[in-house]
């Protein structure tokens, strides 16, 4: 009995070695990545970034101030669309959708996630470059806004999801309506998850590359006109890393660290607002 | 389901019926103590008497503790509500024996006034009211209890009749006047037990149905 | 005041009311007693329409408040609610309004806008309710540091800040302590004045000290209803005798 007793602990040993290593392995390439990107890209991180236009290849210096602004507004519009858009829609299925129809349109939201967002991409080219013959600000912001809503819908409704059956039964048998209801006593207290989910759709469309290829098409100029092509941040990496100056290299690492590190920010204020809201319950 | 609580209420019931035991032995010795003229017997009676108190003083305390601890409802309630007012009345038919008793060690030593056996039978049917009053109690039967209460007035029938030949007698010999006049306290004493014995027989009655049929001419008239 | 006849409820075809009659007189507490899926929370529901909410409920019979058919069809059951609240078992305050705001919820969700007016209900709704004193000074504060008995009386203010003719009350206790819960019967007592209650309670004891009615309910049927003490000293049904007295249930 003893020998049994000794060869399953070194057993359990050994699989605990096997684990340590996989998740070893798997957060590696994080560190080596976040290792590498600061390196790179931490020198090219100046106030220039923000403040000036690129400078033709060849000559030295230039920012990248007409990207981060179009990205800003490309994702501004995406935002101001998508999110009352995808919030009213986990609102209507949430509080007012039957059970069949309720699965059907989160059976939607779910396919519609999984579309690649180049795809996405495509579709604004169709419905909005095409007929406006030229690429634009709004249609970068319409294939953002697609790819944003399957986001937006299913964080909020697994949220409100969340909120007690209780709460709305109250507000019933008080005899307030439905819809007031949901948006004055269970949105607010679903609130936190839905904001945090607001902030991570918002990061994960900033990031997009490919859907901007063909819709928003890049300007090496500053313009805010939606109706004309613009830049976006993660657009001019993709044309700096690819080219051969090694100057627009430079640059690129430093855009890819300035995106890389305003998701981080989303991702520790999505956190930081959790935190408050469960520290401000419990006071 | 039986409950617990079964076993504490059977545990009154039973104590209620050994001190109704208690009491009719006393009636028992009371009335040979008049017909055998025995005077041990009388005696008897007092001593009684004692465990008649006793049973009492622990009989109210069962009644009081299953009230606050069981709170009882409907036929529970009922059971030991009018337990609690049984007992009292079972301990006076104890003290109306141990008044007759006395009577009976005056009366035993002088020659009888009362031809025939009127004042037997006052004593033997009032006996018999107590015992099957405690009877419908204990078999549960509210035919026996309303047959006890319709006998009271017959009871009253008679101990009026022994009364008047009571009276006629002091009338016709003032000789026996003292004599007569103790009888009266006997015969008035078995009148007032066969009254209780009534009211036993009532509150019987409301633990089987519910209802309180005393003092029927103050209660409406069922609908 | 209140009434249903021939109530009849089923959930996607199963029967949980099997068309019940009773009458719930005015300024009176009436009791809703029986043991655990006998329909009495079902019943309870009813009054106020809430199974309108439930997919698969089907009500049939009638619920007249003052002679009023509450289910006639086009009447509005948001109208009803407002004018037979409810309070549930469990606590239920609304975690991210304060004190305050939960209280004149009812009222101004529904469109009052009237500050002053809202003040001033709120106060009286919670002296009402009996926790006026409680908490005058942290109106503002979350109600979720109350304790349940606090947080039920809030309920209770909350429901009365919408002014309703009737109370409907789903357990109110049944979640509190005997302190709290005699706090909440002292309350009903006086509301019984102004308002008709009825109660759902598994508590018998309760319904003995509460009520001035009593019904019972068995598998979705009604076996006996009275005046309270009639039915808990002298029932006329065995099953009443049997259920009160502990013999079953």
Redesign the interface.
């Known amino acids: 009995m003893n020998r049994g007793h000794v060869y399953r602990k070194i057993l359990g040993r050994i699989m605990e070695g096997v684990c340590l290593v996989a998740a070893v392995i798997a957060v590696l390439p994080l560190f080596t990545f976040l290792w590498h990107l600061f390196a790179q890209g931490f020198s090219s991180l100046s106030f220039s970034m923000f403040t000036q236009l690129p400078m033709p290849p060849g000559e030295l210096g230039g920012g990248m101030k007409n990207a981060i602004l179009g990205s800003v507004l490309v994702v501004g519009l995406a935002t101001v669309v998508g999110i009352p858009v995808g919030i009213g829609a986990a609102i209507f299925m949430t509080e007012f959708a ?2 069949t129809i309720a699965s059907a349109l989160r059976f939607a939201c779910d396919v519609l996630s999984g579309i690649p967002s180049i795809v996405m991409g495509l579709l604004a080219y169709q419905i909005v470059v095409v007929p406006m013959h030229h690429f634009s600000a709004v249609s970068g912001s319409v294939a953002l806004a697609f790819i944003m809503l399957p986001v937006v819908v299913i964080t909020t409704q697994e949220m409100l999801y969340l909120v ?1 059956h ?2 709305r ?9 439905t819809w ?2 949901a948006s ?2 269970i949105l ?2 679903a ?1 936190p998850g839905v904001l945090t989910g607001m902030i991570l759709s918002v990061s994960r469309i900033a990031g997009e590359t490919a859907p901007m290829l063909f819709t928003a098409f890049g300007n090496p100029y500053l313009s805010l006109d939606p109706k004309s092509p613009i830049s976006t941040l993660p657009h001019m990496i993709f044309n700096y890393a690819i080219s051969p100056y090694d100057d627009w290299h430079r640059l690129a690492w430093g855009g890819a660290l300035l995106l890389v590190l305003g998701i981080l920010g989303a991702t520790l204020l999505s956190r930081f607002i959790l935190w408050w809201h469960q520290r401000s ?1 419990n ?1 | ?1 039986l ?1 617990h ?1 079964d076993a504490e209420l059977r545990d009154l019931k039973f104590s209620l019926l050994a001190m109704a035991g208690q009491v009719e032995e006393m009636l028992h010795l009371t009335q040979q103590s008049l017909s055998e003229r025995s005077n041990h017997k009388a005696e008897k009676v007092s001593q009684l008497d004692k465990y008649v108190d006793e049973a009492e003083l622990k009989l109210d305390q069962a009644c009081i503790d299953l009230l606050a601890l069981r ?8 059971l030991i509500a009018s337990s609690l007012k049984i007992v009292p009345e079972l301990e006076r038919i104890g003290d109306h024996c141990c008044n007759i008793a006395r009577r009976a060690l005056i009366l035993n030593v002088q020659p009888s006034v009362l031809p025939g056996d009127d004042l037997e039978r006052l004593g033997a049917d009032t006996q018999s009211m107590v015992h099957r009053a405690m009877d419908a109690f204990i078999n549960g039967d509210p035919d026996m209890a309303r047959a006890v209460i319709a006998e009271d007035d017959r009871i009253d029938a008679l101990y009026l009749h022994i009364f008047s030949e009571l009276l006629r007698g002091m009338l016709g010999d003032p000789l026996c006047i003292e004599r007569s006049s103790h009888l009266i306290i006997v015969i008035k004493n078995w009148e007032r037990i066969a009254d209780v014995a009534t009211n036993i027989a009532e509150e019987v009655l409301f633990i089987l ?3 309180n049929v005393k003092h029927s001419y103050l209660q409406a008239p069922n609908p | 005041m209140l009434a249903c006849k021939d109530l009849k409820i089923d959930f996607d075809k199963k029967v949980v009311l099997k068309g019940v009659s009773l009458h719930f007189p005015a300024n009176k507490i009436s009791a809703i007693i029986g043991p655990s899926g006998c329909g009495k929370s079902t019943l309870l529901r009813a009054f ?1 329409r ?1 199974h309108d ?1 439930t ?1 698969g409920a089907h009500v049939t019979g009638s619920v007249t408040l003052n002679g009023q058919e509450i289910y006639t069809p086009g009447e509005d059951p ?5 004018r037979i ?4 078992q ?1 606590p ?6 304060s004190i305050f705001e939960n209280t004149i ?2 009222l101004r ?2 469109g009052e806008r009237n500050s002053a007016r809202l003040k001033d209900v709120a106060e009286q709704s919670l002296m009402d309710a009996a926790l006026w004193d409680e908490v005058k000074d942290r109106l503002r504060s ?1 109600p ?1 540091t109350l304790s349940g008995g606090q947080q039920q009386r809030l ?1 209770i203010a ?2 009365l800040a ?1 002014n309703p003719e009737v109370l409907l009350m789903d357990e109110p206790c049944s979640a509190l302590d005997p302190i709290a819960t005699a706090k909440i019967e002292e309350l009903m007592f006086r509301l019984r004045e102004r308002l008709t209650l009825v109660i759902v309670t598994h508590n ?2 309760q319904a ?1 000290r509460a009520s001035d009615l009593t019904a019972f309910l068995w598998m979705g049927e009604l076996v006996e209803a009275g005046d309270t003490e009639m039915i ?4 006329k049904k065995s099953m ?2 049997d259920y ?5 249930g």
Do not use: W, Y
């Open positions: 039957g059970p007690p209780s709460l039964e109250a507000g019933h048998a008080l005899g307030i309506p007031r209801i004055s006593i607010r207290a609130a319950l006071t | 389901m409950r609580f709170a009882p409802f409907a036929s529970d309630l009922r149905e519910g209802v | 106020n809430m909410l997919r948001v109208l009803v609610r407002r609240g409810m309070v549930f469990k239920n305050p609304f975690p991210t309004l919820s009812g969700l529904s979350n979720t309920c909350r429901a919408v018998m004891q003995a808990f000293t002298s029932p009443t005798e009160i007295t502990g013999r079953f």
